[in-house]
């Protein structure tokens, strides 16, 4: 059983896809993880986001055990990680630790940009979860409030839609909902009301 949830930056993503997982079951990749660990690699190492071989080599040496540095979720290591994620050879090193949490039994929630399009096209439920851009970087802003981060919510907005224009022209692995894949509009929904649209989205599925 796969799930695959899709969406721009701070859609809710990843609180529904943990809910979901933990509802089925299933394990929980956040995938953005993976691209974030490349670009904070890069930046501790005073390397450029843009140095293709330096983030290769640290796409192929990432340990995805080491997914939980708090420092993973600042904003400038999410613009890193747009970056590095626009990079093929940075991708297809990523690749294979994703398909193969998904083909681990009984099956994953995986969230991310690509997962229905890319990562697991065979995926049982895909949901694009989507948001206004301003309810995006209110809730954004919240949490980086909440995490001791000092932040404008103008310079949120602004970093998100930029992070959101990069994901989608991009060539590799562009942000865009599969043919097939539900869309969830969490603009006016709390994280408890999005929840159940989701369940209902996915309950034939399970
Ligand atoms: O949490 P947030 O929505 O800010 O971003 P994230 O899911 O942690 O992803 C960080 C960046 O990694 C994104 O802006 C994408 O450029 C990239 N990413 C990707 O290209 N493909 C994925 N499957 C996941 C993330």
């Known amino acids: 059983m796969i799930i ?38 890069l930046l501790d ?9 330096a ?16 420092r993973l979720r600042e904003e400038r290591v999410g613009e890193a990680a ?8 940075v991708r297809d090193a990523l690749l294979e630790f994703q398909r193969d949490v998904a083909a681990r039994p009984p099956g994953a929630v995986l969230d991310g940009r690509d997962i229905a399009t ?9 949901l694009f979860v989507t948001a206004s851009a301003e309810a995006r970087a209110r ?12 932040a404008d919510l103008d310079e949120v907005l602004a970093d998100l839609q930029r992070r959101d224009a990069r994901d989608q022209a991009r060539d590799a692995a562009p942000l865009r909902p599969a043919a097939d894949a539900s869309l969830l509009d969490t603009t ?19």
Do not use: W
């Open 4 to 41: 695959a949830v899709d969406g721009p930056v701070a859609a809710g993503k990843g609180t529904l896809a943990r809910r979901l997982a933990a509802h089925y079951g299933l394990a929980y990749l956040d995938t953005g993880a993976l691209y974030r660990a490349v670009g904070l690699a």
């Open 55 to 70: 983030a290769l080599a640290a796409a192929r040496a990432l340990d995805p055990a080491r997914l939980d540095d708090p």
């Open 82 to 89: 747009s970056r590095v994620a626009a990079m093929q050879p």
């Open 139 to 150: 809730r954004r802003h919240a949490e980086l409030t909440a995490r001791g981060e000092t």
């Open 118 to 126: 890319v990562v697991c096209p065979d995926a049982e439920v895909k």
């Open 45 to 53: 190492a005073g390397r450029s986001a843009d140095d293709s071989a």
């Open 188 to 206: 006016n929904l709390d994280i408890e009301a999005a929840f159940r649209a989701a369940l209902s989205l996915t309950e034939g599925a399970c």
